[in-house]
């Protein structure tokens, strides 16, 4: 047992937290989710996605082949890590981490081309087009279609809460292309350029006021046939595959530490009833207790990608350290907001709201964090059923 | 990074699971309860092992293992509840290998590594605090020795050990002017009370009058304990913390073997969600109590610094243990609230160790302290 990470990656992180701290001026940090970027934030995040990239960093977990450095599952944990502790706003995490990764993986050498290299370079933006008004944790029950038609699929059907669709250049969509098949059998995925006719965006705005979420609307929409990444009807399972980089939820549990040194930092400057909040016998509980699941949930990510650097495929951990992860960013907030007060109700932006207004933000964004990507009821599920072999029935 | 056991860790792990599975049925625990709280015979066999000496140098009869290996023995111990102690002496042979002097070493250490030598720390005054400020009982200097007044409460095995690691005070306050004794049990002026305690675990108060003690006695400088005491804290939560990720694993299986097979509504119990959702709960907090616990552990075993993990493992694993006997409890129904069903003899230990070595609160407390939010005011 040796819990460190190696000098080269305790290198790695002083090189990139020193980047950071040069690159990433305070005011273009994001909110602890990422869900309610400002327009300069918004414009920053292309940039620096760029930057990124110039360093190599940006996809450091592809294969060199595609333009990454290989790098390897901890060292991933070390960059994801950082990132998320200091809120550093990005707009190509799907195409990095979703769908490049799909494209090596299934891919022809044609698409290969065409997106691998755009991706790497964080010059093209894809969303995800999956969930429906009624599939949401019932995925495979979609309905969207797609029919061949000579050189050409035509899709009809309608996706939603697909992020910043209304910012990509391409949408990763899964479609079903056999009606008649079990569900699971007839899901197609499809890169679909967003300028195609017969697609409409409207974006949805979510309980903090932004616009980070869409309806995607499919009204006879021609794709081509080279559009279909891997093989017809084998969507879900491409969707599914393991995918060999970091994927523990380690960047959320970094923001969520991040929040609670943004609420230390507030305690201690904060005199409430003629003392600092920080001698306060019940903050130093609810405080001491953040850190030590904050601590727990840093853990069981390291656990997963431990598992994934041995070689391991991770399945009910990885739902154990997200859903843990999930629910402690709700806790951080909710006691953050407990230990503000009154003055908790200001908002970002307004001169004198504590913490920057940040934790008001974390309190509202977090909503989301037990819902996107696998609810919490679901990641349950699994726990129980593929993790303490419960039966299903 | 690197979370797995060596072979030789594994090893070991697999032994103490064997030979406790085969040593210490429940059926022992229960008999043990009604008497002393404690069972010779099985302390006499895992001493023959080796295992009471495994912190010991091999010249003074020990084997000189790791601390992180410690922990996965106590791990295994506290599945099986085995009623020895364990703990305690070898908190005490880490304070004599830290702190004792070479002839305290070579007369006391040998006898505890085989098992003849019982010793127990004797910490708690009067407000049961583990904070150093709490430490009253008094130790002045006369002739060439001391004499040690007040009372030391709820020690562990108190009445069954041979002799009691005490923490006196011989001045100052807080951190300063705490010495160390060894005294044995049958030293004139100490009279044992063992006092009944959930756990049923022999816990006794031991009262003072007027102990004469020589300067061999004397574990470490005077007035300079709190350095050894503090070790042996942090020694003490992070053991306790592995014997309670072994009683709530053991528990957590035991539940899921339960809710798999109880059948109401013609279906398992397990497989309606509201049990499953429990069931993945109590998962999570013993994988997180194991994860914080084996940080510390390991840190210990390598001489890193350490505080603010033991603090962090003691947190956790106080609550979790409890949360997850509670739980398991309500998976049980009504059969879970017997006696003789065996979840009760881990419910009534999972919250003897949480208030062990420093429960959630106090150790919040100390991380509190070690996050920067200043010393508090209350202590
Ligand atoms: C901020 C945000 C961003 C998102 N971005 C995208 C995106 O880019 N692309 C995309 O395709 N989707 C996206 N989603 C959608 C997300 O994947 C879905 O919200 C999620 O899968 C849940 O589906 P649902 O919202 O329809 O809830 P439902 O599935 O309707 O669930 C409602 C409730 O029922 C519970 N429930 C459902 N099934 C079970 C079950 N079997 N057992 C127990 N409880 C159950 C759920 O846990 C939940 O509490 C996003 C969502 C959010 C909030």
Redesign the pocket.
């Known amino acids: 047992m040796d819990l460190r990470f190696s000098p080269e990656e305790e290198a790695f992180r002083t090189e990139l937290v020193e980047f950071l701290g040069a690159e990433v001026p305070p005011e273009m940090e994001a909110d602890y989710d990422g869900?309610d970027l400002s327009p300069e934030q918004f414009e920053f995040a292309g940039a620096f996605d760029r930057k990124l990239a110039a360093k190599g960093w940006l996809c450091m977990h592809w294969p060199k082949e595609y333009g990454g450095q290989a790098a390897s599952i901890t060292r991933q944990v070390v960059f994801n890590e950082e990132m998320g502790y200091r809120r550093v706003p990005s707009r190509s995490s799907?195409g990095i981490n979703i769908v490049g990764p799909a494209i090596m993986l299934y891919g022809n050498e044609e698409q290969k081309k065409r997106y691998l290299s755009a991706i790497a370079r964080g010059d093209t933006e894809f969303?995800?087009?999956?969930?429906e008004p009624n599939?949401?944790?019932?995925?495979a029950s979609l309905r969207t279609k797609a029919v061949e038609d000579g050189d050409s699929y035509i899709v009809n059907g309608q996706?939603?809460?697909?992020?910043r669709a209304h910012h990509a250049s391409y949408c990763w969509l899964l479609a079903r292309t056999d009606p008649e098949a079990p569900k699971h059998k007839g899901l197609t995925t499809f890169a679909v350029d967003m300028k195609t006719p017969g697609i409409t965006v409207r974006p949805i705005v979510?309980v903090l006021g932004s616009t980070?979420?869409c309806e995607i609307f499919f009204d006879n929409a021609r794709v081509p046939k080279d559009a279909l990444v891997g093989e017809k009807n084998r969507g879900w399972y491409q969707a599914m595959g393991t995918l060999s980089f970091e994927r523990s939820g380690i960047g959320r549990v970094a923001s969520s530490r991040r929040a609670l040194d943004d609420l230390i930092v507030y305690v201690k400057q904060t005199q409430r009833n003629g003392i600092p909040l920080s001698q306060d016998p019940i903050v130093r509980q609810q405080l001491a207790e953040l850190q030590t699941e904050i601590e727990v949930a840093r853990l069981l990510c390291y656990r997963v990608a431990w598992m994934q650097s041995k070689g391991k495929v991770p399945s009910y951990e990885s739902s154990m350290a997200r859903v843990f992860g999930q629910e402690l960013s709700q806790k951080v907030m909710r006691v953050g907001m407990k230990i503000l007060g009154l003055a908790g109700q200001l908002l970002h932006g307004v001169p004198g709201a504590p913490v920057n207004g940040n934790v008001t933000r974390g309190f509202l964004s977090t909503i989301?964090n037990t819902?996107?990507?696998?609810?919490?009821?679901?990641q349950r599920?699994i726990i129980a059923q593929r993790g303490l072999a419960l039966p299903r029935r | 990074m690197d979370f797995d056991l060596n072979e030789d860790q594994e090893l070991l792990k697999k032994t103490a699971r064997e030979f406790l599975t085969a040593e210490c049925p429940s059926r022992l625990v229960r008999e043990v309860e009604k008497g002393t709280g404690y069972s010779r015979e099985l302390w006499e066999k895992m001493a023959g092992l080796g295992w009471v000496g495994l912190p010991v140098e091999e010249d003074l009869g020990g084997s000189g293992a790791g601390f992180l290996d410690m922990c996965l023995l106590v791990e295994e111990i506290g599945r099986a509840l085995a009623p020895v102690p364990f703990i305690s002496t070898a908190l005490c042979e880490y304070a004599l290998i830290d702190g004792g002097s070479a002839e305290q070493k070579k007369r006391l250490l040998p006898r505890m590594a085989s098992g003849k030598l019982i010793m127990t720390p004797a910490l708690n005054d009067a407000t049961l605090s583990f904070h150093p400020g709490a430490i009253e009982c008094g130790a002045a200097k006369k002739g060439g020795g001391y004499v040690i007044r007040g009372a030391k409460l709820l020690v562990p095995y108190g009445a069954i050990a041979d002799a009691y690691l005490v923490a006196t005070r011989t001045g100052g306050a807080g951190e300063n002017g705490i010495t160390l004794f060894i005294v044995d049990r049958n030293h004139k002026g100490i009279s044992v009370s063992p006092v009944p305690t959930i756990a049923c675990d022999a816990r006794c108060h031991v009262q003072m009058e007027s102990v004469e003690v020589g300067r061999e006695s004397l574990l470490g400088r005077e007035g300079d304990g709190w350095p050894l005491l503090k070790m042996l804290l942090r020694r003490g939560a992070t053991l306790t913390s592995a014997e309670m990720i072994g009683g709530a694993q053991a528990v957590l299986e035991r539940t899921v073997a339960y809710v798999k097979d109880r059948v109401q509504f013609e279906r398992p119990v397990g497989s309606f969600?509201a049990v499953q959702h429990k069931c993945a709960n109590m998962a999570g907090a013993c994988d997180g109590a194991r994860f914080v616990t084996y940080q510390a552990a390991w840190l210990l075993s390598e001489n890193l610094p350490c505080d603010r993990e033991v603090a962090i493992a003691k947190a956790w694993t106080s609550d979790a243990y409890t949360r997850v006997c509670l739980d398991s409890h309500q998976a049980h129904g009504a059969i879970g609230f017997t006696k003789e069903y065996d979840l009760q003899l881990y419910t009534r230990r999972a919250k003897a160790a949480e208030l062990a070595y420093g429960d959630t609160r106090h150790h919040s407390e100390m991380l509190a302290d070690l996050m920067g939010l200043g010393v508090s005011k209350s202590l």
């Open positions: 869900l799907m969303c995800q087009g999956f969930s599939s949401g944790s019932d995925l996706k939603i809460w697909s992020s979510t980070h979420f989301s819902i996107r990507s696998g609810t919490s009821e679901i599920n | 969600q």
